[in-house]
C-alpha cells in the first residue's frame, strides 16, 4: 500500500478562522476521501475528492464549509472555514487503490477550536 | 445505502482472553473491512474480507456474505490490542463507493 501523509497532526484553532489540512500519497490513486471523526463517534465521510473534477460531498457539508482541492493524483487539501467548537474533530485522508479497492487512512489531523 | 451494526459496543477483557466482534450489514458487499483505531488516533487496517476467512497472527476473521454478517475474532489478548475496532463497508449500489462505518467496537484490554 501506498504511505499515506497528513499535515498538521495537530493544531489548536480560534473561533472564526480557518484551517488548510494536507494530505499527500506517495503513489498516484484515483480515489481520495475526506472523513470527520467527532469525539467519541464514528468516522463520517465528508466528500470524495477526484482528479480533474469537482469534490463530491455528503449530505450535511458543504463546499463553503469545507472546500475540497485536489490538483493532481497524489495531493488534495481540505479546509475548515469559519470554525466553530463544534468542528473539533479528527479529519483523516484516505484513499482507495489496488486490485481489491481497499482503503487506507492517512494518521488523521487533531483539531480543536476554542 | 448500507447500514453496518457492531456488537458489543464495549468489551472489557483481561489480558490472554479470547473475544468476538460481530459485525452486520444490510446489504451485499463489494467490501469489508475490518480496522483498529489506537489511542492515538491511528487507523491500522486489519482485513480486507468481503467473504471468506483469514487469519493474521493472533487475530482472524469471518465474513459470510449470504447472511451479510462479519466476525472478528482476537485469541489471547493483549493490552496492546485497546482500541476501537471498527467494521466498514461498502457496495456498488445505491451507497456508490461510500465507505460506511459502523460505530465500533472499544475495546479495553486489562493486565
Known amino acids: 500500500s501506498a504511505v499515506i501523509s497528513q499535515k498538521p497532526s495537530r493544531d489548536i484553532c480560534q473561533r472564526g478562522t480557518s484551517l488548510t489540512i494536507q494530505c499527500q500519497v506517495d503513489?498516484?490513486?484515483?480515489?481520495m476521501f475526506w472523513y470527520r471523526q467527532q469525539p467519541g463517534q464514528s468516522l463520517t465521510l465528508i466528500a470524495t475528492?477526484?482528479?480533474?473534477?469537482?469534490?463530491?460531498?455528503e449530505s450535511g457539508f458543504v463546499i463553503d464549509k469545507f472546500p475540497i482541492s485536489r490538483p493532481n493524483l497524489t495531493f488534495s487539501t481540505l479546509t475548515v472555514s469559519n470554525m466553530s467548537p463544534e468542528d473539533s474533530s479528527i479529519y483523516l485522508c484516505?484513499?482507495?487503490?489496488?486490485?481489491?479497492?481497499?482503503?487506507?487512512f492517512g494518521p488523521g489531523t487533531r483539531l480543536t477550536v476554542t | 445505502g448500507i447500514q453496518v451494526e457492531q456488537s458489543p459496543p464495549d468489551l472489557i477483557l483481561q489480558e490472554g482472553a479470547n473475544s468476538t466482534l460481530r459485525c452486520n450489514f444490510s446489504?451485499?458487499?463489494?467490501?469489508l473491512q475490518w480496522f483498529h483505531q489506537n489511542p492515538w488516533g491511528q487507523l491500522i487496517n486489519l482485513f480486507y474480507?468481503?467473504?471468506g476467512t483469514k487469519q493474521n497472527g493472533r487475530l482472524s476473521a469471518t465474513t459470510v456474505a449470504t447472511e451479510r454478517y462479519s466476525l472478528l475474532y482476537i485469541s489471547s489478548s493483549q493490552t496492546t490490542d485497546s482500541g476501537v475496532y471498527f467494521c466498514?463497508?461498502?457496495?456498488?449500489?445505491?451507497?456508490?463507493?461510500?465507505?460506511?462505518f459502523g460505530k465500533g467496537t472499544l475495546l479495553t484490554v486489562n493486565p
Open positions: 484516505s484513499y482507495r487503490g489496488g486490485r481489491a479497492y481497499e482503503q487506507y
Open positions: 503513489s498516484q490513486v484515483t480515489m
Open positions: 475528492a477526484n482528479q480533474g473534477s469537482e469534490a463530491t460531498y
Open positions: 446489504d451485499s458487499v463489494n467490501n
Open positions: 474480507i468481503p467473504s
Open positions: 466498514a463497508a461498502w457496495n456498488s449500489g445505491g451507497s456508490n463507493y461510500k465507505l460506511t
